[in-house]
């Protein structure tokens, strides 16, 4: 199939990349590099070096023999977005092309305002591009499981059956994101769901949870073909981060009690689940949810895995419950279903000792560029401290209130 990756220069969308392509895919990666500024910004980079875009295509070319297009657009700009969907005439769509973090979210009014434009207005001119130019393609958009909250009821996959003054119906279920990011892609999941109904365009949106890992079979066949990984407060996830924390000595930051649970996966289920998407596609005006998580665990239990493994390595871990930076609820019910991906043949990478303790050793690998500095959290959802560079000098004092462990 002609598959367009759109933000293919990220943690998720270069890895998944190269595995449609060495699968016989025609692939095109298309990514407006935001997120490298973003990083420059904040004074954040990936652990493992990672080559320009355009250079890292160049070698999967050399290497593998196989074509791979790329090209540098941004999706807020629609002339760039419609000329890339008329040229290519991609029969599916991957879209990873957002800002991607909560806390950069709730950083300041100048980065919330980023991300709902960037994010919203990029998925609109998808969706008019494809009514214009490709509406058969078959749009799969990364959506997310924070888009639910932590409600007091099982989670269904997008919809749900609800019974009202003895009328019935199936509707959306009810969001309660818990960021401004989260936010951005339940605006971008009523736009599409509207575009289906509307224009009869056909689309998955994956409700992902929080992905964990470093390598996938294609990441390993060259340490140019490394993924952007990240540990720092901002773009790093809990369980990226703590395998960091673990590696380099520090203890590892639970926020509050560490009961808040999430669903999870590795990082290789992700670009699986994301095939099995591509090659199942739905009807012309059909809008589907997948919830895209493999298991799901509390925070502590995480920390607590970490540990066990880090000091079978020798490592001296210890698990620090710092005051909790975020608005959210900590102890809550939370039972996300979880069947649609495992119907069409996913097999779960459950996560295991073994991966643990190869993220480890991968991280122990690259240790000498961690930048320490980067990993406790100054960004707090009710605004008090600022994690720009100009404030982070000024938050010593607000910072040591963070940290002082309840
Ligand atoms: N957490 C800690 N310690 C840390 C970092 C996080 O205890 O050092 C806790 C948070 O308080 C939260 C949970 O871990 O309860 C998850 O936080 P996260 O930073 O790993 O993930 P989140 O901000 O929710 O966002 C990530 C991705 C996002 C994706 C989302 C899926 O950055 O792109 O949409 O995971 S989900 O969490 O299911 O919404």
Redesign the pocket.
């Known amino acids: 199939m002609r598959i367009l990756i759109l933000g293919g220069d990220g943690y998720l969308g270069w890895p998944t990349a190269m595995c449609f392509s060495r699968r016989g895919h025609e692939v095109w990666v298309a990514d407006s590099l935001a997120k490298r500024h973003w990083e420059q910004e904040l004074g954040v980079e990936p652990l493992i070096p990672i080559s320009s875009l355009k250079e890292r295509v160049k070698l999967w070319r050399r290497m593998t023999g196989l074509e791979m297009g790329v090209s540098i657009a941004d999706l807020c700009d629609y002339e760039a977005v419609s000329t890339l969907i008329q040229d290519f005439q991609p029969e599916a769509i991957v879209h990873y092309g957002e800002q991607?973090?909560?806390?950069f979210s709730m950083m300041d009014q100048k980065r919330a305002v980023l991300t709902q434009v960037n994010n919203v207005t990029g998925t609109l001119n998808v969706l008019w591009a494809l009514r214009r130019h490709a509406p058969d393609c078959h749009l799969v958009k990364l959506g997310?499981?924070?888009?639910y909250g932590t409600p007091n009821i099982d989670i269904e996959e997008g919809f749900i059956e609800i019974e009202h003054n003895g009328r019935k119906d199936v509707l959306p279920y009810p969001k309660q994101p818990?960021?401004f990011?989260?936010l951005s892609?339940v605006h971008d999941s009523h736009n599409i769901l509207f575009a289906c109904r509307v224009w009869k365009l056909r689309s998955t949106d994956l409700n992902?949870?929080?992905?964990y890992g470093v390598e996938t079979e294609e990441t390993a066949l060259h340490p140019g073909l490394a993924t952007s990984f990240h540990y720092d407060?901002v773009?790093?996830?809990?369980?990226n981060?703590?395998c960091v924390q673990a590696v380099v000595g520090i203890p590892?930051?639970?926020?509050?009690k560490?009961t808040?649970q999430?669903?999870f996966l590795d990082i290789r289920d992700t670009l699986r689940c994301v095939e099995l998407a591509v090659l199942n596609a739905p009807e012309a005006g059909e809008y589907r949810v997948f919830n895209q998580?493999t298991e799901t665990f509390s925070?502590r239990d995480l920390a607590k895995l970490v540990q066990q493994q880090g000091k079978k390595l020798g490592l001296a871990v210890e698990i620090q419950r710092l005051k909790?930076p975020?608005v959210?609820a900590e102890d809550h019910y939370y039972n996300p279903r979880h069947d649609k991906l495992n119907a069409l043949g996913l097999t779960p990478h459950l996560l295991s000792d073994v991966l643990i303790e190869s993220m480890l050793a991968r991280i122990q690998e690259n240790a000498h560029r961690i930048r320490k500095a980067s990993i406790l959290?100054h960004v707090a959802w009710d605004g008090a401290i600022s994690a720009t560079p100009a404030h982070r000098a000024k938050s010593k004092a607000a910072h040591a209130a963070l940290t002082s462990a309840h």
Do not use: D, W
């Open positions: 991607p973090s909560a806390p997310t499981m924070g888009e818990g960021s990011y989260h892609k992902q949870g929080v992905v407060e773009f790093g996830t809990a369980l981060r703590f590892l930051t639970l926020y509050g560490g808040q999430r669903g998580l925070l909790n975020r959210e959290p």
